[in-house]
Structure formats: structure tokens, C-alpha cells
């Protein structure tokens, strides 16, 4: 039933749901990442200290062994390729970061467009289910009156059948036939009989045929 559906449809948010997911999602990212940075940029000051600091020894001209030069130059060559590896890590991550803040822009638009278009639905389900509610009420009091009609034009009938046979104004159906006269019912007739909102009468003798 319609009534039914629209209740179904004014309890799920799952849009809006997925939505303000979507939006969670982002920021738990977009946290991930920027610790990630943070681990990186700490990283890479460490790295450019040492580099500094083997590069100071280096060229203060207090080491004379050219196997420590040797080994100091190893080293600062070995650093200078560790942070160049790792400068590109830094500026992949600030890619994804913007990416992910783009898409958190975005999942936030969504979220208040779905917010609106999901308040502007239920107000038109809520305005077909008032309209709804009202063309059951005036069905149900359109049929009340219907059967009230049906009453009173039956009484009417009855009472004229009443003084008209003497008092016999129903007549059982026994064996197929009517019981105050003898006619043969046939089976539609029967069947009639046997409908509770309008009455079915004997073709010979007019009285009110009852089936039980
Ligand atoms: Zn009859």
C-alpha cells in the first residue's frame, strides 16, 4: 500500500547516511596522511642535520685520514640520495592530501545538496500521505452512507411487502424453490440471496429470498 511505502521512504536516510560517511571517511584519511607528513618532514629534518654535520666535519679540515674522508663522503652521498627519495615522498603525500581535501569538499556539498533534496521529498511524501488519509476517510464515510441508504431503502421495501403478503416477507429457498409459493430459484438467484449488501427476491411472488 502506498501509505505503507511512504512511511518506509520518510524513515531511510540511507543517502544521507552514505553521505555523512563518505565525509568521515575523508577526514580520517586526510588525518592518516597528514601524520604520515609529519613523520616525514621529522624525518627529513634529522637526515639534513646529519648531512650538515658530516659536511661541517668534512670540510673543517681537522680529519686528515683519507680513509675517514672516504667514509664521510660515503655517508653524506648516501644521505643526499635518502632525502631526495624522501622529498618525493613528502610532495606525494601533500598530492594525496590536497586530492583528499578536494574530495572532503565535495562529500560535504553532497551532504548538505542530499540534506535539502531529502527535506523538500519527505515534505511532498508527507503532503501525499495527508491527501491519502483524507481520500480513505471520505471513502470509508461515502461507503457508511452507501450502507446507510441500503438500510433504510430495504426497510422501505420490507414494509411494503409486509402489508402486501400478509406478513410473510421472507421466504426460505428449500429444496431450489421458494417456500411460500414453489417457484423454482435458479442457482444465480440463490446466489444472490446469499450477498449480504443487497437482497434477492422470488420472481413469482416478490418476497425476499433467504437462503438459510
Ligand atoms: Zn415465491
Known amino acids: 500500500m502506498r501509505i505503507s511505502e511512504i512511511d518506509i521512504l520518510l ?3 540511507e543517502t544521507l547516511k552514505s553521505a555523512q560517511n563518505r565525509i568521515t571517511e575523508n577526514k580520517k584519511a586526510i588525518h592518516a596522511q597528514e601524520n604520515q607528513l609529519n613523520a616525514i618532514s621529522s624525518e627529513l629534518d634529522d637526515l639534513k642535520i646529519k648531512q650538515k654535520t658530516s659536511e661541517n666535519s668534512m670540510y673543517s679540515g681537522k680529519i686528515q685520514s683519507p680513509k675517514e674522508l672516504q667514509d664521510l663522503q660515503n655517508e653524506i652521498d648516501f644521505l643526499k640520495k635518502r632525502i631526495a627519495s624522501i ?22 556539498n553532497d551532504f548538505v545538496r542530499i540534506k535539502s533534496e531529502t527535506a523538500t521529498t519527505a515534505s511532498m511524501l508527507k503532503g501525499e500521505k495527508s491527501k491519502l488519509d483524507l481520500e480513505i ?5 461515502q461507503r457508511q452512507a452507501t450502507v446507510n ?4 431503502e430495504n426497510l422501505a421495501i420490507y414494509q411494503r411487502l409486509y402489508q402486501s403478503k400478509r406478513g410473510v ?3 426460505k429457498i428449500i429444496d431450489d424453490a421458494c417456500s411460500a409459493c414453489g417457484t423454482h430459484i435458479r442457482p444465480a438467484e440463490k446466489q444472490a440471496s446469499n450477498n449480504p449488501t443487497q437482497m434477492a427476491y422470488c ?4 418476497r425476499i429470498l433467504s437462503s438459510g
Open 11 to 13: 524513515e531511510s536516510d
Open 87 to 108: 622529498n618525493n615522498s613528502e610532495l606525494e603525500i601533500m598530492i594525496q592530501i590536497d586530492a583528499s581535501e578536494q574530495e572532503l569538499a565535495n562529500a560535504e
Open 137 to 141: 476517510a471520505q471513502a470509508l464515510q
Open 149 to 152: 441508504s441500503i438500510t433504510s
Open 169 to 171: 416477507v421472507v421466504s
Open 203 to 206: 420472481s413469482s411472488c416478490g
